[in-house]
């Protein structure tokens, strides 16, 4: 850590987190962070998911537009509009 850099003990405000790592480096304040245990809800989880898939896939914009909009229709998982259109492609 950069021996001049304060961390604030505390925030009043989330304009004032927001506008304190505008201005700062993570880096500069590594060795004072704390790791932390995250729990995502299924529903998240989920989005996060298939979002990781799009971009593995290299879908565009509109090409993931007309995924979700079929898997809307059909009232299921985007990932089902997937696996299926690649099962049919293999």
Do not use: C
């Not at 998240?44 to 898997?71: C, D, H, N, T, V």
Request: no cysteine; net charge negative; proline share 2%.
């Amino acid at each position: 850590m950069n021996s001049n850099l304060s961390f604030p003990e505390e925030f009043k405000s989330f304009d004032e987190v927001q506008q304190f790592w505008n201005n700062h480096s993570t880096a500069d304040y590594w060795d004072e962070m704390e790791d932390v245990d995250l729990e995502l809800s299924p529903a998240l989880r989920s989005k996060l998911e298939i979002k990781k898939l799009y971009r593995l896939l290299g879908f565009s914009l509109e090409q993931i537009s007309g995924i979700e909009a079929k898997a809307r229709s059909e009232k299921v998982d985007s990932k089902e509009i997937i696996w299926k259109w690649v099962l049919e492609h293999v």
